[in-house]
C-alpha cells in the first residue's frame, strides 16, 4: 500500500472573491475512514468549501496541505460536480478519458470504462454520444468516471439534487461500494435522509463557516448549537 | 489529414527549385494584352529553349522589379524611365525594339467631335472645351506618363482640371472598362483597344499623329548588381528579339486585319 | 443579365471540355489554397485553443490584436510579402518570388489569423464548459488543448472552412507575390482578373463560376466526410 495522501488539513483557510470572503476563516482535518456530509443553508459555503479543498478554488489566506505532494494528491482525488460535465464524446470515451490521460493503454482503458458502464446501468450504452443520456444517467457517467481512477478521496457536490429517487438509489449503491473499497466520500446535499443514510460524520456549514462537525449520530440526535437545532427543525438560519 | 500535411509539404518543396531554362520577364500590360506574346513565346521557346515567364504589370512596377533583381529583363515603354534605369547601374543597356502607337477612344456619338483633330493636341483640346468625361490611367504607367505629356504639349495643366478628368488608377483594360461605363474619353495603345472584348458604345476616335508612337525597348537587368539573374538566358532571348524571325513575326502581327507593332531595331 | 447568361454558358463549355488550361489552373488553386490551410490550421487551431485556456498578463490586447490582423487588407500582406521574398529583401536568396510557395506564404499570413480567431472563440465556450472537470482531471496544458481540438472539431472544421473561404478567393497578395504567370502561379482568381482586364467578361465570369462551384465542392465534401467518420451527433 503507497503511503496515503490522507489527512488533509486546513488551517485558517479563507477563500476570497472580489474581496468578498466566501469561506473561512476554517480549520479542519479531514483523515480516516469513511463518509463526510457537508449541510447547511444556501449560501454557506458547502460547494466553495469542497472545491477549495479539491484544490479548484484558490486559498487567499491560510494553509491547506495533504499528506503527500500536491501533485501526487491531486492525481489521487476526484470530483462530481452539481450539474455533470458532460464531454461531447461517446460514454465509453467519457469513461475512459481519465485513464487514458493517465497514460493506460487504449486497451486497458476500454475494458475498465466498459466494467464501470455496467456498474451503473449504462452498459449497453458505451457507443452512444453521452449528451443523449438523461440526467439521472449523466450523473452516474460523471460518477463512474470520477471513480474509474480509483480515488483515495472522492468530492461530490449534491451530485443527486436534480434527480429521482431511482437514480439517487443507484448512486447512493455505488458510493456504498466505494466507501466499503476505501475511498474516503466528502459530499454535500439538501437532503436530511441522504445525509442520515450515508453519513459517518456530518459537516454543519453557516455563513461560511464550519459550524458543527459531529458524528451522524450526535449531530442529528443531540445538536451542540440553537442553529444547528432550528436548521434541523426546519426553520431558515442565516 | 496526413494526405493534406504530405501534399502541403510537397507543393512548397517542388516550387523551390527554379530551373535553368526559365526567364523572367516583366512586360507591361499594354503588351500583354496585345496578344502578341501569345506569337513570339512558343517560338522563343522552340529556337532558344527558353521558357520566358511573363510578368505583367505596369511600367513603373516592371522598373521596379528589374531594380530589386526579381527579374532577368524588362520590355517596357517609357524612355525617360528606361535612361534612368541604365544610368543608374540596374540595367545593362537599353535595346529598341519595336514600336506601336495610341489612338483616342471615345463614345460613338463623340460629343467633343475628336474624330475631326488634326493632331493629337487638338483632339485634347476639344475634350478639354467641351469639359467631355475623360478616363485616366493614373497609375504613373508608361500609357499614363504618355498621356501626361500630351496634355502638356497641347499646353494645358492637369492641376486645373476639373471633375470631368478621372484618374481610376488602374490598367488599361479597367481603364477601357470605366470609359465604357461612363461614355467617357480615353487614350490607349492600340493593341490592348483591338484586343478589347467590352467595346460597347465606343469607337476609335483619332490615331496617326507621329506624337502618338509609342516605343518599346528591352532592357536586360545588370548582373553585377545581380548575380543570381540569369544573364546568359536574358542576352540569348535579346538576340533572338533583333532577329529577322523576330522581326518577321512583329511585323506580321495583326487583328482584324490591321498590323500592330513595327519592327525597327537595329542589328 | 445577358453577359451573366454569357458567363454560365461559358463556364460550361470550359468544363464539358475539360479545358487544359482551366484544369490547371483549377488544380494549382487547389493545390496551394489546401497547402496554405494545412499550415494554417496546425499553427492556428493550437494557438487558438491555447489563447482560451491560458490566462496571462496581456491576453485581451493579445486577442485584440489576432482581430485586428483579420481585417489586413490581403493586399498589404501581398506587398509585404513581396518585400520580404524579393532579391532585394531579407529572403531573397530562398529564390521563392514569383514561385506557388510565396503564395502559399502569404495565403497562411491572411487566413492563420481569421482561422485562430475563429478557433479561439468556439473553443473558448466548450472551455467554460471542460473547464472544472479538466482541472480537477489535474491535466497539462498539453492535454488541454489536446480535448479542446479533438473535441471541439467540429467548431474547428468551420473555422478552416472559413479560412479555405478566404484564401481560394483571395486576388490581391498573390497577384503581388505570384505574378500571375502562365503555366506557373496562375491560379482561379488571378486568372478572373487578367480576363476581366481584356474586357472578357464572360470568360471572367465563367471562371468566377467554377470557383464558386469549386468553394461549394470543397465544403459539402468536407462536411460529407466528417458526417460518415461518425453517426454522432457532436
Redesign the interface.
Known amino acids: 500500500m503507497v503511503n496515503s495522501i490522507l489527512p488533509l488539513e486546513l488551517q485558517e483557510v479563507v477563500v476570497s472573491k472580489r474581496g468578498r470572503r466566501i469561506v473561512g476563516p476554517v480549520t479542519y482535518t479531514l483523515a480516516g475512514a469513511g463518509t463526510t456530509i457537508v449541510i447547511g443553508p444556501n449560501g454557506s459555503g458547502k460547494t466553495t468549501l469542497l472545491r477549495m479543498m479539491h484544490g479548484l478554488e484558490r486559498t487567499s489566506e491560510g494553509r491547506l496541505s495533504w499528506a503527500q505532494a500536491f501533485k501526487e494528491a491531486s492525481q489521487r482525488q476526484s470530483f462530481v460536480f452539481q450539474s455533470p460535465i458532460i464531454m461531447r464524446r461517446s460514454v465509453l470515451d467519457n469513461l475512459a478519458y481519465p485513464l487514458t490521460l493517465a497514460g493506460k493503454s487504449r486497451k486497458e482503458a476500454n475494458e475498465a470504462a466498459a466494467r464501470w458502464a455496467a456498474k451503473v446501468g449504462l452498459g449497453s450504452r458505451l457507443q452512444q454520444s453521452a449528451s443523449r443520456l438523461s440526467g439521472g444517467e449523466k450523473q452516474k457517467l460523471a460518477l463512474a468516471r470520477a471513480l474509474i481512477r480509483e480515488p483515495e478521496v472522492l468530492f461530490l457536490d449534491e451530485p443527486c439534487a436534480n434527480l429521482d429517487g431511482k437514480a439517487t438509489r443507484v448512486i447512493e449503491g455505488v458510493l456504498q461500494d466505494a466507501k466499503s473499497n476505501g475511498t474516503r466520500l466528502v459530499m454535500s446535499t439538501h437532503d436530511m435522509g441522504q445525509a442520515r443514510r450515508l453519513a459517518d460524520d456530518v459537516i454543519f456549514m453557516l455563513g461560511g463557516q464550519i459550524h458543527e462537525c459531529a458524528p451522524v449520530q450526535d449531530f442529528f440526535n443531540s445538536p451542540a448549537t440553537p442553529e444547528t437545532e432550528q436548521f434541523l427543525r426546519g426553520d431558515i438560519v442565516e | 489529414m496526413k494526405h493534406l500535411v504530405l501534399s502541403a509539404v510537397f507543393s512548397i518543396c517542388s516550387a523551390v527549385p527554379i530551373l535553368a531554362e526559365d526567364l523572367r520577364l516583366a512586360v507591361t500590360t499594354s503588351f500583354h494584352n496585345s496578344g502578341l506574346a501569345d506569337v513570339l513565346l512558343p517560338e522563343i521557346a522552340k529556337d532558344t529553349g527558353l521558357n520566358v515567364q511573363l510578368l505583367v504589370v505596369g511600367t513603373g512596377q516592371a522598373i521596379h522589379l528589374g531594380e530589386a533583381g526579381d527579374v532577368d529583363a524588362i520590355l517596357v515603354h517609357s524612355q525617360k524611365a528606361e535612361e534612368a534605369f541604365v544610368d543608374g547601374g540596374f540595367g545593362r543597356h537599353r535595346r529598341e525594339i519595336m514600336y506601336n502607337d495610341f489612338v483616342f477612344i471615345g463614345p460613338v456619338e463623340d460629343p467633343a467631335g475628336v474624330g475631326n483633330a488634326e493632331s493629337a493636341a487638338e483632339s485634347l483640346s476639344s475634350i478639354k472645351a467641351n469639359q467631355a468625361l475623360f478616363v485616366s490611367r493614373g497609375d504613373e504607367s508608361g500609357t499614363h506618363k504618355k498621356e501626361r505629356a500630351l496634355w502638356q504639349l497641347a499646353g494645358f495643366d492637369l492641376e486645373q482640371f476639373g471633375d470631368w478628368y478621372r484618374a481610376v488608377g488602374a490598367g488599361m483594360g479597367a481603364t477601357l472598362n470605366a470609359a465604357a461605363g461612363m461614355g467617357a474619353y480615353a487614350m490607349s495603345d492600340r493593341a490592348s483597344w483591338l484586343n478589347f472584348g467590352n467595346k460597347e458604345g465606343l469607337a476609335l476616335l483619332f490615331s496617326g499623329d507621329p506624337l502618338l508612337f509609342n516605343q518599346y525597348a528591352y532592357l536586360p537587368v545588370n548582373p553585377e548588381r545581380h548575380s543570381h539573374v540569369n544573364a546568359e538566358g536574358a542576352q540569348k532571348l535579346e538576340e533572338w528579339l533583333v532577329s529577322e524571325e523576330a522581326e518577321a513575326l512583329i511585323d506580321g502581327y495583326q487583328i482584324n486585319g490591321e498590323q500592330l507593332f513595327t519592327f525597327n531595331a537595329t542589328r | 443579365m445577358g453577359e451573366i447568361l454569357e458567363g454560365l454558358k461559358a463556364a460550361f463549355l470550359l468544363l464539358v471540355t475539360l479545358d487544359s488550361d482551366l484544369v490547371e489552373i483549377t488544380l494549382r488553386s487547389l493545390?496551394?489554397t489546401?497547402?496554405a490551410?494545412?499550415?494554417s490550421s496546425?499553427i492556428a487551431l493550437p494557438f487558438g485553443a491555447w489563447l482560451a485556456i491560458r490566462r496571462f498578463r496581456h491576453r485581451r490586447l493579445a486577442i485584440a490584436v489576432l482581430n485586428a490582423l483579420m481585417g489586413i487588407p490581403p493586399v498589404v500582406v501581398g506587398l509585404f510579402v513581396y518585400l520580404l521574398l524579393?532579391?532585394?529583401?531579407p529572403f531573397?536568396v530562398?529564390?521563392?518570388?514569383?514561385?506557388?510557395?510565396a503564395m502559399?506564404i502569404a495565403q497562411v499570413i491572411i487566413i492563420t489569423p481569421l482561422i485562430a480567431s475563429i478557433a479561439h472563440q468556439s473553443l473558448r465556450e466548450?472551455w467554460a464548459?471542460?473547464h472544472?472537470?479538466l482541472?480537477?482531471?489535474?491535466?497539462t496544458r498539453h492535454?488541454r488543448i489536446k480535448?479542446l481540438v479533438w473535441?471541439?472539431r467540429r467548431a474547428l472544421l468551420t473555422a478552416s472552412l472559413a479560412g479555405f473561404g478566404r484564401a481560394i478567393g483571395e486576388v490581391g497578395a498573390i497577384m503581388i507575390v505570384g505574378?500571375?504567370?502562365?503555366h506557373?502561379t496562375r491560379v482561379l482568381t488571378t486568372a478572373i482578373a487578367?480576363e476581366?482586364?481584356?474586357?472578357?467578361?464572360s470568360l471572367a465570369l465563367g471562371l468566377g463560376f467554377v470557383l464558386i462551384g469549386l468553394a461549394i465542392s470543397v465544403n459539402v465534401a468536407i462536411h460529407w466526410l466528417t458526417r460518415t467518420e461518425r453517426e454522432?451527433?457532436?
Open positions: 493545390q496551394v489546401l497547402s490551410l494545412v499550415i496546425l524579393s532579391r532585394s529583401g531573397g530562398l529564390g521563392l518570388l514569383y514561385t506557388p510557395s502559399i466548450l464548459e471542460y472544472d472537470l482541472i480537477s482531471l489535474n491535466t492535454q480535448t473535441d471541439g505574378g500571375n504567370i502562365d506557373a487578367l476581366t482586364s481584356k474586357g472578357d467578361f454522432g451527433r457532436w
